[in-house]
């Protein structure tokens, strides 16, 4: 979300101690012997990654970099985009959220619908329509090179698509291509294209 590499993120949490309970085995295999330091400062029993320390230099050097101000204003663009793809999307029939109340979000999960489908109360049939409809979608746009959004299953939700909004150099006209893409494949869809 800060723009670093996953590896040098940082997780930040309110409370004092809830790494630690969460995180801090102090198994004897990676954390043996006695210290000759306070082992309230030993980072290792401390981290996700048991004690990556250098990962830590990287987000210093980031945070030297682009200061607080700069991760701030990274990190608002992304909801300010993420907020105009969720308007752009809600806006529109040929689109249906998976999960249309849980905001704010980086990641947005969707459906595109072609017109025979938007009408649709996504019964077992047309949850199967709706599996073949992502799946054609998705490979025309890998197949002609025009995007590549991840796909998924959940539980009871038929195949959809994930955008994650995760660069903050992109912005509206990026959005729009991504929904005009999905709509001018979309809309050619037929439902007797599909043998269900």
């Given amino acids: ?50 004690g990556r320390k250098i990962d830590n230099f990287k987000v210093w050097m980031a945070w030297k970099a682009r200061g607080s101000s700069g991760f701030e204003a990274h990190v608002d663009k ?31 999960c969707f459906w595109y619908l072609p017109p025979w ?32 959004l991840a796909t998924q299953p959940l539980k009871k939700h038929p195949f959809f698509f994930r955008i994650v909004i995760n660069d903050p150099r992109k912005g509206p006209r990026e959005l729009d291509r991504v929904i005009s893409i999905f709509s001018k494949i979309g809309s050619k869809l037929k439902k007797e294209d599909f043998n269900i």
């Avoid at 949490?13 to 004897?28: D, E, F, T, Y």
């Avoid at 109360?121 to 995007?147: F, M, P, Q, R, S």
Wanted: charged share 25%; net charge positive; with cysteine.
């Fill in 1 to 50: 979300m800060i723009g670093a590499p996953q590896l040098c993120s940082v997780l930040l949490l309110r409370a004092s101690g809830q790494l630690k309970a969460a995180q801090g085995i102090s198994v004897g295999y990676l954390f043996a012997g006695k210290k000759h330091y306070d082992v309230d400062y030993d980072l290792g029993n401390l981290s996700i990654q048991c």
């Fill in 117 to 148: 489908l938007q009408k649709s109360t996504l019964n077992e049939e047309d949850k199967k329509y709706l599996n073949a409809v992502t799946h054609k979608i998705k490979e025309v746009y890998v197949y002609e090179g025009l995007l590549y």
């Fill in 78 to 108: 992304l909801y300010e985009n993420a907020e105009y793809f969720l308007n752009k999307i809600k806006s529109r029939d040929d689109f249906r959220l998976v999960f249309p109340q849980a905001e704010p979000r980086l990641k947005i």
